[in-house]
């Protein structure tokens, strides 16, 4: 089992990205208010919470056809203070990109009050073949290092299956070594590695404790990913606890103000535990206004955190 130990030593190492995070929010908060003609969703950006939990977007739909600029500017409007730009979207960050369009990357993040929190990988680590592994192993590390020079601070990752005929308990140990080595990687780096509770049967709670539980280095986080099988068997707050001690600074949701998960009560056993991190918007539909539709999360969003922490 994961000691205490090392519960708080990956507290105190993820604690000065956090740090780093939140002053970056904060200063980006000043400077929106400083900014003419904007509006209060705008204003919104980065604004003070009694809580270090912070609203942003992944680039899964909603942002998937946006380029940089288009995509630091509508996040600006719709009151997203942090991004994670899928791989293979229009964004184009992507491994071979050259080291001016990294900077350029870099710079925009940096000259607004939009935060790229990361980059969002589909490398994945139960293959059984060991060219596969070992091809998706080094390019997660690719993205790390690409992460690391265009300003994000972590990369997602997945587990996304158990092969037939190899024994459970095999893989689970070969995705957590994976994660290791990934996590002792990109540490040399600030860069976080954060395992998307993922795939049909790897989403499962129960084996993203017994993964992590492997995966016990500090470096290597869970991306709680708001999955309907959260509320099954012995339910969510039972299945939550399980792999709180060990979540990643990015939580991936749907639609806030959806009735068909306990987003109010995740809000509040994350302000109980003193979440620092993100949560982030990964919504499939496809709205006629998807800036409007971010600005009415962002507001969802606020409601929840007021809600949980008064």
């Known amino acids: ?26 200063a980006g908060g000043i400077m929106i208010q400083a900014l003419s003609g904007c509006s209060a969703t705008e204003q919104a950006v980065g604004r003070p919470t009694n809580t270090n939990i912070r609203f942003g977007l992944v680039t899964y739909q909603w942002g998937k056809d946006w380029n940089v600029p288009t995509l630091i500017r509508n996040c600006e409007r719709a009151g997203a203070g942090g991004v994670e730009l899928r791989t293979q979207h229009a964004h184009g960050v992507d491994a071979g990109m050259s080291e001016r369009a990294k900077k ?59 092969p037939d005929g190899v024994p459970v308990e095999q893989t689970l140990e070969q995705i957590g070594h994976s ?33 992590l539980q492997i995966a016990d280095h500090p470096n290597v986080g869970l991306c709680w990913n708001s999955n309907t099988i959260d509320v099954e068997g012995k339910g969510f707050e039972y299945n939550f606890n399980l792999v709180k001690d060990r979540l990643a600074s990015t939580i991936h949701t749907r639609r806030l103000d959806s009735p068909e998960y306990p987003y109010q009560r995740m809000f509040e056993m994350l302000s109980e535990i003193g979440y620092q991190g993100w949560i982030l918007i990964e919504e499939s539909s496809r709205p006629d206004d998807r800036v409007a539709a971010l600005a009415h999360q962002s507001e969802v969003f606020h409601d929840l955190l007021a809600n949980a922490t008064t």
């Open 179 to 211: 994660l290791n080595e990934l996590g002792r990687f990109g540490a040399n780096l600030g860069q976080e590695v954060r395992l998307e509770a993922h795939g049909r049967e790897t989403q499962q709670p129960e084996i993203l404790a017994r993964i």
């Open 1 to 26: 089992m994961h000691s205490e130990n090392k519960r708080i030593s990956r507290r105190d190492f993820l604690g000065r990205g956090a740090a780093a995070a939140t002053g970056v929010l904060a």
């Open 104 to 162: 350029e990357v870099r710079l925009r993040f940096e000259n607004s009050p939009v935060t790229l929190v990361g980059l969002g990988t589909n490398w994945e680590f139960h293959s059984p073949d060991p060219e596969e592994l070992r091809h998706n192993i080094d390019m997660a590390k690719e993205y790390l290092r690409l992460s690391a020079d265009v300003g994000g601070s972590g990369v997602k990752v997945k587990p996304n299956g158990l």
